[in-house]
């Protein structure tokens, strides 16, 4: 069996992945965010090994791990886990959605003229690097004791194995990689005062890159069993639900939501916020286009209008099933494709008193689904070739908001079996990849297809037009912002 694990930023999910490629168990441990000032997003990385930890040893108690042969890694991407002299700590990570470094992007750029072409990507507040850039002017005191900078995956990996790695997916997604080539950026790297001794080594996904500690395999009833280098969370999302070959692409809808397609070569198209990054196998790379809120914002709305929870929520929209006339902005947490905007925020337009919470939650799933829209537009835009797309993520549940997708995007949308557990399904075929026997296209298989979600011809037209009314909202209320 195979073990995979996937560091997410509300829970830490792990699964049981037998030789047939069949989930045998899950579990998994929840995770809080500290947000101590607006626009802040922070975790202390010791409450990932404990959720970790606490995930593995209860699926432990239900199955015996003596048969795994490997363990796969994913995780959130882009988090400043940074590590003193003795490898502790030194402050609570500064995570994916923190917009704290708008400001020192843009002083990165100044410094790296030729970042874009390096990198492939904008500098955005989410990125690694301009987090050090933050930190050497806001926090001076704790940059000079940085020793090793780790994402966080790899802080899980340090403390599983004693190894200071991580692999090229992840690394893309820190501004510190030279994306093309595959290896680290000295330039990149001196522009926020560092060098490769504070990085980790790197290695491909599907390669080992330690093996489990001893008194870690025995907390854990498991052998000393290999460490795959893994995935950052959607490249890994990518090898769970067969997206490893060009063209094939998924959707994710979990806290942020993210359009990902897999391709042969590096195409980046910085200019629309879209990411160019490795993918977890050797000799490819995929792009992606990402916002900021997907599946979380239903979670928002379900807490806000007093819902029992997300289910029933979505049972009372099912009762009218028609477009909502309210529109709804889904940038909770600023926006990242195709705006590039920490500051943009949640909007309703068109309230009025007979607004029932419905027509609240109709809104947001059509809003997340026209941010999508703009996250696929862009993607073609940079020559992406898109086949089949899967659908993965705790917001993959929904058949409701399968349809409204559909509609919104004018294209089938597959949605498979385990679609659900998504990147830790991915970690463990990784695992699985790392004891050197198999190829990438023969283990990262689709999984079976449990149901389609099919265009609704009526719903498109409207939509369409809704559409257009959506990226107009976006465009008036940013131009209010800057007069």
């Known amino acids: 069996m195979f073990?995979?694990?996937?560091?997410?930023?509300s829970a830490v999910k792990v699964v049981l992945l037998d030789t047939d490629d069949h989930i045998v168990d899950e579990q998994s441990a929840p995770l809080d965010v500290a947000?101590?000032?607006?626009?802040?997003?922070?975790?202390?990385?010791?409450?990932?090994?404990?959720?970790?930890?606490?995930?593995?040893?209860t699926l432990g108690e239900r199955t015996s791990l003596q048969g795994v042969e490997a363990i796969g890694l994913s995780g959130q991407m882009h988090g400043a886990t940074l590590l003193d002299a003795s490898f502790a700590p030194l402050r609570p990570a500064i995570l994916w959605n923190d917009g704290r470094s708008a400001d020192a992007c843009v002083e990165l750029e100044r410094r790296?003229?030729?970042?874009?072409?390096?990198?492939?990507?904008?500098?955005?507040?989410?990125?690694?690097?301009?987090?050090?850039?933050?930190?050497?002017?806001?926090?001076?005191?704790?940059?000079?004791?940085?020793?090793?900078?780790?994402?966080?995956k790899d802080y899980l990996r340090l403390r599983m194995t004693g190894e200071f790695a991580s692999e090229m997916s992840d690394a893309s997604g820190t501004l510190w990689l030279d994306v093309g080539a595959r290896r680290w950026s000295s330039d990149m790297l001196a522009a926020c005062e560092l060098d490769e001794g504070a990085m980790p080594a790197l290695y491909e996904g599907s390669e080992a890159t330690g093996t489990l500690r001893p008194e870690v395999a025995r907390a854990w009833g498991m052998r000393e069993v290999p460490v795959a280098g893994g995935a950052g969370d959607q490249a890994a999302g990518a090898a769970g639900c067969g997206a490893v070959r060009p063209g094939e692409a998924f959707l994710a809808l979990g806290t942020s939501g993210v359009y990902?397609?897999?391709?042969?070569?590096?195409?980046?198209?910085?200019?629309?916020?879209?990411?160019?990054?490795?993918?977890?196998?050797p000799d490819t790379w995929h792009q992606m286009s990402v916002i900021l809120s997907?599946?979380?914002?239903?979670?928002?709305?379900?807490?806000?209008?007093?819902?029992?929870?997300?289910?029933?929520?979505?049972?009372?929209?099912?009762r009218d099933d028609r477009p909502s006339r309210l529109l709804f902005l889904p940038y909770l947490s600023g926006e990242r494709t195709p705006h590039n905007d920490p500051d943009a925020t949640g909007v309703f337009v068109g309230l009025g008193h007979e607004t029932g919470r419905a027509d609240l939650a109709r809104a947001v799933l059509e809003g997340v689904?026209?941010?999508?829209?703009?996250?696929?537009?862009?993607?073609?835009?940079?020559?992406?070739?898109?086949?089949?797309?899967?659908?993965?993520?705790?917001?993959?549940?929904?058949?409701l908001w399968g349809r409204i997708l559909a509609s919104v995007l004018g294209r089938p949308l597959l949605y498979r079996v385990g679609g659900d557990v998504g990147p830790a399904l991915g970690a463990a075929r990784l695992g699985r990849l790392?004891?050197?026997?198999?190829?990438?296209?023969?283990?990262?298989?689709?999984?079976?297809?449990?149901?389609?979600?099919?265009p609704d011809a009526e719903l498109v037209d409207r939509y369409g037009a809704r559409l257009l009314e959506f990226r107009e909202l976006y465009q008036r209320l940013k131009g209010d912002r800057s007069t």
Do not use: Y
Request: hydrophobic share 45%.
């Open 3 to 9: 073990l995979g694990i996937d560091l997410g930023t």
């Open 35 to 57: 947000q101590p000032q607006p626009t802040w997003s922070e975790q202390d990385p010791n409450a990932w090994w404990t959720a970790t930890d606490l995930a593995v040893r």
């Open 112 to 152: 790296v003229p030729k970042l874009r072409d390096i990198t492939g990507n904008l500098a955005m507040p989410g990125f690694t690097a301009p987090k050090l850039v933050w930190l050497k002017a806001h926090e001076p005191a704790v940059f000079a004791r940085v020793e090793r900078v780790l994402l966080p």
């Open 260 to 281: 990902f397609v897999s391709g042969d070569r590096f195409r980046p198209n910085p200019a629309r916020a879209v990411h160019a990054f490795c993918h977890c196998v």
């Open 294 to 318: 997907a599946a979380s914002c239903l979670a928002w709305v379900t807490k806000l209008v007093g819902a029992t929870d997300e289910a029933s929520l979505l049972a009372e929209v099912e």
């Open 369 to 399: 689904a026209f941010a999508l829209a703009d996250a696929q537009d862009v993607l073609l835009e940079a020559g992406a070739e898109i086949g089949e797309v899967s659908v993965i993520g705790g917001g993959a549940r929904s058949a």
């Open 434 to 454: 790392c004891l050197g026997s198999e190829a990438p296209a023969d283990v990262c298989r689709a999984p079976p297809v449990d149901r389609v979600a099919e």
